[in-house]
Each structure stands twice: as C-alpha cells, then as structure tokens.
C-alpha cells in the first residue's frame, strides 16, 4: 500500500500558488485510483496556518506542516531540509509537488537523500494493474512517456496547467508542526531581495489566462506599402500591460528579433512557440498577424479555446486550426482592444 504525500509551499504572501491546488487535486485523484486510505497535505513556509484552514476539505488524512520564519523564503538548503523531514515524517513512498520554480530547484535533490527517485514535468498519472504511471512528454513534446517506477520513495512534481486546481470550503483544519533543525550552516545565505525584470519586459506569463502570439505580419508592409514596427511595439505592449496576457511569437517573428532589426525587441526565442518552442497550458489564445502553419500550431495543442486575426481568410487557422478567425487588420483589431480596455470594458 503506498503512502501518499502531498508537499507544497506556500509563497511569499501567505497564499498557496494554483499549481498547489492542482497537485492536491493530482494527489487524491491518485490516492483515489491507487485504493490507497488517503494522502496526506505537508506544507512548508512561514505562517501556514490561512493555507491549511484553506485546504480544511480537501479530503486529506492529515496535515503535516514545517512552518518557521526560516521557510518563510525559497533558499535551497533550509527547503531541502523541510521537505526531507515532512517527507520522513510522513514516511512517503509516493510524494506529489508542484513544479514550481521554488520545488523544481530542490526536491530532485531531496529525492537523492531519501534514497528515492524523482520525475519532473508530469503532465498525467493514471493507476494500471495497481500500479501507478506517470505521463511526461520527450524531445521537445513529440514523444509522450508514461513511466512506472519500483523506487522509492518516488516525487513526481506535476506540470502548472496539467491537472484541474482542486477548488473547495475553507474551514478549519489542525496540522502536526515537526521541527525542523535549521543551524547557522542552512541560514547563512540571506535573500536580501528579488531583481526581476519590470512588469512591461516580463512577457512569459504562465499563470496567465490568455496567450497572446504575434507573428511576422507586425513586420510586414501593410496597406500603405511601408512597414510599421513602431506602432506594433506600441499597440502589443500596451496590450500586454493591460490585459497581463503571457506573450508568445512566432518562429518567424522571433528569429528577425535575434537578428538585432529594430522590432519587438521584447521578443526572444524563449516566446517562440511551437514545434522547436514552447507548447503552453493557457485557457484561451489569441494568434495576431501569424499564418497558423503547422509547425508553429502544434505548439498550441494545450490551447483550450483558440483564436486568430489574419488579413487573409485563407491562412492556416482558417483551415481548422482556430475556433474564431477574425478575417481583420491586427492593427485596427488591437488598437480597438486597447482603447476598449482602457476604459474598463
Ligand atoms: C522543422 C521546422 C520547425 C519549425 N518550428 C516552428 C516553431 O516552433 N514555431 C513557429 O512559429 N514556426 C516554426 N516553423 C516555421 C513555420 O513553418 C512558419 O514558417 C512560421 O510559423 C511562420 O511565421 P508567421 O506565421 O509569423 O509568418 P508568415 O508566414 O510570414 O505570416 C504572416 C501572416 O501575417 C498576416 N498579416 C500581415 N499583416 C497583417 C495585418 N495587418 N493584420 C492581420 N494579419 C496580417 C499575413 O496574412 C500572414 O498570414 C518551423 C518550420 C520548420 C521547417
């Protein structure tokens, strides 16, 4: 019988991230199929108790919570050292986490000290003949995997977007605290702050509702014959800031960017989605002055609802590849967008 573990954080403002949701819903869909007599919550941060009392029906056995002011920041050493007790603790042989930034850098880590194995990017689990298979996908999303494993304990850190957020009443909920020993050898590295880029230049958004993909047509010569990188620029970041859609491009977009032309510098191939790009988890997708080619869709597969605005009712997403094409000027479309939301609509 396994013994099954659910680990999250919580982050920097108290709250759990939604991918926390998503593997406590991943976690009793697979205590569930596995006949397992439940799964337990272990949490690690500062002040866990509004995210305990948040997760208080989920249908978790217990609660098993590292809470100090030491795991109140991501640092290796002292996450490495509360995941391995919670872990221990809880005496886990399938442990469950999100593949947040904060969980991706550590547990691997802590799979070694454990003695046990781990896999990261699972994008689905499924329970065949009692035993559990993880499924993730190889060479850049064109082989899909699905993995048993007879070490443990095994961590399988779940892709954000994979699996539906867990969503339930708060209410009250008790968690064993354990302690964790934290000497100055674990704390000696201080997060004095975060350097990110500011809000406008951090365009990869994954939690975001929307993806807004702008293909090589912002380049191109519009009707007046001339082209009009300056007003793109303009008109796609001010989308952006408004709307705090994540921002792809295409292939073909992003290759002029990396050739130093005096367009869409925010672009780089890290927003190239597609075959040899990226493959987000959105709910919707917006595709702009992009051709939908088949290189460039399949990176959409994850894309739930799916629409696109092109000049030309021809193009690839008018052939099946979009649920909506807007037959438009991208340039009047999105000037239209922003004005409407500037006014609050
Ligand atoms: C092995 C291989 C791998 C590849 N991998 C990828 C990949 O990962 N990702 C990827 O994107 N591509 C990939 N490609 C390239 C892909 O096949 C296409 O060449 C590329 O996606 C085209 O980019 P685009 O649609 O932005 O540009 P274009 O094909 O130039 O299309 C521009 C579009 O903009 C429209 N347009 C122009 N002006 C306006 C306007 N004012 N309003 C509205 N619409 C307008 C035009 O009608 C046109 O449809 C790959 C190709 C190969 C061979």
Same mark, same amino acid.
Request: hydrophobic share 45%.
């Given at each position: 019988?396994?013994? %099954?573990?659910?680990? $999250?954080?919580?982050?920097? +403002? @108290?709250?759990?991230?939604?991918? *926390? &949701?998503?593997? /406590? #819903? =991943?976690?009793?869909?697979?205590?569930?199929?596995?006949?397992?007599?439940?799964?337990?919550?272990?949490? %690690?941060?500062?002040? $866990?108790?509004?995210?305990? +009392? @948040?997760?208080?029906?989920?249908? *978790? &056995?217990?609660? /098993? #919570? =590292?809470?100090?002011?030491?795991?109140?920041?991501?640092?290796?050493?002292?996450?490495?050292?509360?995941?391995?007790?919670?872990?221990?603790?809880?005496?886990?042989?399938?442990?469950?986490?999100?593949?947040?930034?904060?969980?991706?850098?550590?547990?691997?880590?802590?799979?070694?000290?454990?003695?046990?194995?781990?896999?990261?990017?699972?994008?689905?689990?499924?329970?065949?003949?009692?035993?559990?298979?993880?499924?993730?996908?190889?060479?850049?999303?064109?082989?899909?995997?699905?993995?048993?494993?007879?070490?443990?304990?095994?961590?399988?850190?779940?892709?954000?977007?994979?699996?539906?957020?867990?969503?339930?009443?708060?209410?009250?909920?008790?968690?064993?605290?354990?302690?964790?020993?934290?000497?100055?050898?674990?704390?000696?590295?201080?997060?004095?702050?975060?350097?990110?880029?500011?809000?406008?230049?951090?365009?990869?958004?994954?939690?975001?509702?929307?993806?807004?993909?702008?293909?090589?047509?912002?380049?191109?010569?519009?009707?007046?014959?001339?082209?009009?990188?300056?007003?793109?620029?303009?008109?796609?970041?001010?989308?952006?800031?408004?709307?705090?859609?994540?921002?792809?491009?295409?292939?073909?977009?992003?290759?002029?960017?990396?050739?130093?032309?005096?367009?869409?510098?925010?672009?780089?191939?890290?927003?190239?989605?597609?075959?040899?790009?990226?493959?987000?988890?959105?709910?919707?997708?917006?595709?702009?002055?992009?051709?939908?080619?088949?290189?460039?869709?399949?990176?959409?597969?994850?894309?739930?609802?799916?629409?696109?605005?092109?000049?030309?009712?021809?193009?690839?997403?008018?052939?099946?590849?979009?649920?909506?094409?807007?037959?438009?000027?991208?340039?009047?479309?999105?000037?239209?967008?922003?004005?409407?939301?500037?006014?609050?609509?």
């Amino acid at each position: 019988m396994e013994t %099954i573990l659910v680990l $999250l954080h919580n982050d920097a +403002d @108290g709250a759990l991230p939604k991918a *926390a &949701l998503e593997a /406590v #819903a =991943a976690g009793a869909r697979i205590s569930g199929e596995l006949g397992a007599e439940g799964f337990t919550v272990g949490l %690690i941060g500062h002040a $866990l108790q509004p995210a305990i +009392d @948040g997760l208080a029906t989920c249908g *978790a &056995l217990r609660f /098993v #919570a =590292a809470d100090a002011p030491e795991f109140g920041q991501s640092r290796y050493a002292t996450d490495a050292a509360a995941a391995e007790a919670v872990a221990r603790h809880v005496g886990a042989t399938v442990i469950v986490a999100p593949m947040t930034s904060r969980f991706a850098r550590v547990l691997p880590g802590v799979a070694d000290r454990l003695g046990g194995c781990v896999d990261t990017h699972a994008t689905g689990f499924g329970v065949a003949d009692g035993a559990l298979g993880v499924t993730r996908w190889f060479y850049r999303q064109r082989m899909e995997g699905t993995l048993r494993r007879t070490e443990r304990p095994w961590m399988v850190l779940i892709d954000p977007g994979a699996c539906p957020a867990w969503s339930g009443a708060g209410g009250h909920a008790s968690a064993e605290v354990i302690t964790v020993p934290c000497g100055p050898s674990l704390t000696r590295t201080t997060v004095t702050g975060i350097e990110a880029p500011a809000a406008e230049q951090q365009t990869i958004r994954p939690d975001a509702d929307l993806l807004f993909v702008a293909g090589a047509g912002w380049t191109k010569k519009q009707a007046d014959g001339l082209p009009h990188p300056a007003e793109a620029e303009a008109y796609i970041l001010d989308f952006l800031k408004k709307s705090r859609a994540s921002l792809g491009g295409s292939k073909s977009l992003v290759d002029l960017s990396g050739e130093g032309q005096p367009i869409l510098r925010f672009m780089t191939h890290l927003n190239q989605i597609g075959q040899t790009g990226a493959s987000p988890r959105h709910p919707k997708g917006l595709a702009t002055c992009c051709h939908g080619e088949e290189p460039h869709v399949v990176g959409w597969r994850f894309v739930t609802e799916r629409r696109a605005v092109n000049l030309d009712p021809n193009c690839g997403w008018g052939r099946g590849k979009a649920d909506v094409l807007y037959v438009a000027d991208a340039f009047a479309v999105m000037k239209h967008v922003n004005d409407l939301l500037a006014d609050g609509q």
